[in-house]
């Protein structure tokens, strides 16, 4: 299979660089994906799970924040502000920034106040989905 140069960097770390045959992420839309010779594309990743695909039938996950994405001549580039593999993943941490999460949207709140909670619950609950416990 056909594959393309895939470059996931974070705030701390480059997470990623290397060849990748498929990659999924997380848009406004829903799921996207991303194959070899994909067109040129400059989008927004939203807090969530993403999976890329190494080799044939190796696939590796992560957890990121929001950042962006761009396609172009066969490289595909992600600036998020945090990735994690789902081994990195404090559940402890995680649950407890749920827990804060939803105490702060129950509060009254401005609406740059309320988008940031919001944001922090989306990536706690991604952060536990992606650890394997129950998000509920």
Not at 62 to 74: I, M, P, Q, T
Not at 105 to 120: C, D, F, G, T, V
């Amino acid at each position: 299979m056909a594959s393309f140069t895939l470059k996931i960097y974070s705030c701390d770390r480059v997470f990623y660089d290397g060849p990748c045959q498929k990659f999924i992420f997380p848009s406004h839309d829903g799921e996207m994906e991303i194959m070899a010779n994909h067109v040129k594309l400059t989008t927004t990743v939203e807090v969530g799970i993403i999976r890329f695909e190494i080799k044939d039938g190796e696939w590796q996950t992560a957890v990121v924040s929001d950042g962006l994405l761009e396609v172009a001549s066969n490289q595909v580039r992600v600036i998020v502000y945090s990735c994690e593999k789902p081994e990195e993943i404090d559940e402890f941490r995680a649950e407890a920034a749920k827990e804060r999460a939803y105490e702060q949207l129950s509060e009254k709140q401005s609406i740059m106040q309320y988008n940031i909670s919001r944001a922090s619950l989306a990536r706690a609950l991604a952060r536990l989905k992606s650890a394997g416990k129950n998000t509920n």
